[in-house]
C-alpha cells in the first residue's frame, strides 16, 4: 500500500487590485524614490572616495645645539600628538630642542652601526617581567644579513642553554637546547611569543643587538621632544666598566600620555660611538619612590666584522650542544 502524496496547499482565489503590470511600474517608482532619497540613481555605485594625501618625510636633523630645558610641564591629561603625526611643534623641539645634540650624536653613531655586518659580546640582560626581575648573561653572536642571533647562556640557572633564531629559516622560530632534565626534549622549535620565551623577556629576540638600540631611540625622539618639560643630560667622561663612555641621560619628570619611559641611559663607547649600555625605568609608584628599573642591556667584550658564517648560526655546528 502506497502513502498517499503530499500535495501543495490549495491556492486561494487571487487578491483583488492592481495587474501585473501596474504593480511593476509601481516598484519601479518605489526604487526611483529610494534612489533619490539615498543621493544615487537606481544602478549607479556611489564615487570612489579621493586618496589622502601622503605626509613628506621630516628632514634630517642638521647643525642643530641643544636648548636649555623649558619651564613649562604638561600634565597627564595633556594632549600628545599621535605616533603617525607627531605635529609641527613637536617636530621643530625634535630638531632643535634638548634632544639636538643626542639626535645628532645617534646619528653618528648610526652611520658607524651602518659599517657592521656581525659582532660577538658577552650580553647582559636585565628585564621586569611580570614584576620579577629577570637576569641573564650569554655569549652573543649576531649577524645583520639574514637577521641571525645565537645564544650560550652564562648565568646559573641557564648556563649551557643555547638558542638560535635566523629570519627567514626554521620556520622563523627559535631553535633551543635546554640543560638538565629539560634537555630530554631534544632540541625545541618554539615560536617567539611562546609561553615559555614570553616568560623570561620583556621582547622578541628580533629586538636583540646594536642596531635596535639606536632604531628604539628614534622611534621615541618624537615622543620624547612632545614634553616641554623633557630633561637631557650629556655626560663626556662617563665610564662602564673599564670602557671611556659619553653618556646621555633623558628624563620626564611628570608621567604624560604616549611615553614610554621616565628615564633612558644611553652609553656610547666613546672610541667607536657604539651603543654598548642602555638602560630604561619606569615611573616611580609612589612619591619619594625611586624609579622602577624596566630593563637594562650591556654589551660587553664586543668584537665587530668577525666574519660570521651560517655554521655560526646552525644547531649543527660541532662546537654547539645541540642534540644530534
Known sequence: MHPAPILPPPRGPAAPGLGQPARRALVMVLMLVCGSLTGTAWGQRRPAARPRPQRAPAAP?????????????????????????????????????PLAKLVA?????????????????????????????????????????PFSVYFHFLSPEEAGREVIYVDGANRNQL?????????????????????????????PITSVGLHNIIKVAFENFAKDAADESVQVKKYPSAKLNDVECVAFVIRHPEPMPGLPYHETHLYFDKETRLPIHVKRFDWPRR???????????????????????NIDFDPRNPRYQFPR
Not at 645617534?106 to 611580570?130: M, P
Not at 631553535?175 to 623570561?200: I, Y
Open 61 to 97: 636633523v642638521e647643525d642643530v645645539e641643544e636648548a636649555p630645558p623649558s619651564a613649562v610641564r604638561q600634565t597627564r591629561n595633556s594632549v600628545t600628538p599621535s605616533r603617525d603625526d607627531p605635529g609641527e611643534d613637536a617636530l621643530a623641539r625634535f630638531r632643535s630642542g
Open 105 to 145: 650624536y645617534c646619528e653618528e653613531s648610526k652611520a658607524e652601526l651602518d659599517q657592521i655586518d656581525d659582532y660577538t659580546a658577552i650580553f647582559v640582560r636585565k628585564e621586569l617581567v611580570k614584576r620579577r626581575l629577570v637576569q641573564q648573561k650569554m655569549e652573543l653572536k649576531v649577524r645583520r644579513k
Open 175 to 203: 631553535l633551543v637546547h635546554e640543560v638538565g632534565l629539560k634537555a630530554l626534549a631534544g632540541t625545541l622549535s618554539l615560536p617567539l611569543n611562546d609561553p615559555r620565551v614570553v616568560a623570561e623577556s620583556r621582547h
Open 287 to 309: 612619591g619619594g619612590d625611586k624609579p622602577v628599573l624596566l630593563e637594562e642591556y650591556t654589551y660587553e667584550r664586543l668584537r665587530t666584522n668577525v666574519g660570521l658564517k
